[in-house]
């Protein structure tokens, strides 16, 4: 890199990389509380390290559209990364009043990472959903709980794949890691060492991708209910009821009140008054009866118990009749005409 004009030598691609690469592992690994001065201080400067070198490749334009995977250097394949490394540190911000926005952030990082991979075919997978991606959504009512069954079973599939490459992509860079680091490793060695790399880094974007999206989806729904609960209009407020003792009569209102001074005393009239005022008896807002209902009511009282009376009655006359004709056959009382 070329020196600027007043002597100040810039810092290289390589250093920025390395440094900021460092200083993401310190955060992974540190016992420290992620919200902690130290750590917030090592994820500012990574973040700004990783600003710097997103320009300087811009500016150099290391990586095009219009090659291969297979054109990229060796040595050029580990910026790549740089996106992932920006969303991992911008996961590690600690601010909840902007919490939404680092999650936003977070996840452009980690789309932009998975898109170049998925340009240049490092590895097979399925991008995310963008949030302009809404046409498949656009599906029959009918069809959606089967869609959902469908999207479920490929995501648990996907998931438990993506373990297996996982483990089998940390054994393989475990082997090589010593070779590379220490500059023993020929070209091919350093080709798979940072592939292997961006594919592990394609797993830990996906599962970023998806834990934002849920985490989005559970922000925005608090945000809306909050905001659904303060639109409402609060129900008339009513002034707190003090401690007072109740008495009968205004005698012992002033009885109790010069033995107990520190508590206010009402008599019961005052209580109804006080309480049918703010229409916090039980009987208010149900419309009273009047003396026309009463009388309505009572009438019909008395006409059913009458009817009901006369039923008695008339059932009792028909058990009688039954009795009677029961002890008296047809004919009883005729005996004069009989030959």
């Excluded at 999207?151 to 890691?177: D, G, P």
Aim: proline share 4%.
């Amino acid at each position: 890199m070329a020196a600027s004009e007043d002597g100040l030598e810039l810092p290289r691609l390589p250093e920025l990389f390395e440094t900021s690469k460092q200083l993401l592992e310190e955060v992974e690994v540190t016992n420290e509380p992620t919200g902690s001065g130290t750590i917030q201080d090592k994820v500012f400067k990574g973040l700004d390290l990783l600003e710097k070198a997103a320009e300087m490749l811009s500016q150099l334009d290391l990586f095009s559209r219009n090659e291969d995977l297979e054109e990229i250097a060796s040595i050029d394949l580990k910026y790549l990364m740089v996106p992932a490394f920006q969303g991992a540190l911008t996961m590690k911000q600690v601010n909840p009043s902007k919490r939404l926005d680092h999650l936003q952030r977070a996840r452009e990082h980690f789309i932009n990472y998975l898109t170049q991979c998925h340009y240049y075919h490092v590895a097979e997978f399925q991008l995310p959903k963008t949030n302009n991606n809404t046409a498949e959504k656009n599906t029959a009512s009918s069809s959606v709980a089967y869609a959902n069954l469908v999207t479920m079973a490929s995501q648990r599939k996907a998931k438990i794949e993506r373990y297996k490459q996982k483990k089998e992509v940390e054994h393989r860079l475990s082997t090589l890691k010593s070779a590379v680091e220490s500059g023993q490793a020929d070209d091919e060695q350093v080709r798979e060492y940072y592939l292997l790399h961006l594919r592990r880094w394609i797993g830990i974007s996906l599962e970023e991708v998806e834990s934002i999206d849920q985490e989005i989806k559970i922000l925005r729904e608090k945000d809306s209910s909050r905001e659904a609960s303060t639109s409402h209009s609060p129900l008339q407020d009513r002034p707190p009821v003090k401690s007072f003792i109740l008495t009968r009569d205004k005698a012992q209102a002033k009885v109790f009140g010069a033995g107990y001074p520190s508590l206010a005393t009402m008599t019961v009239s005052d209580w109804y008054e006080q309480h049918r005022k703010y229409g916090a008896l039980p009987d208010q807002g149900i419309a009273k009866a009047t003396s026309v209902d009463f009388r309505r009511v009572a009438q019909q009282q008395e006409d059913e118990e009458k009817e009901k009376e006369d039923d008695e009655k008339a059932l009792h006359r028909a058990r009688e009749w039954d009795d009677w004709k029961d002890t008296h056959p047809r004919g009883y009382g005729n005996r004069q005409n009989m030959g």
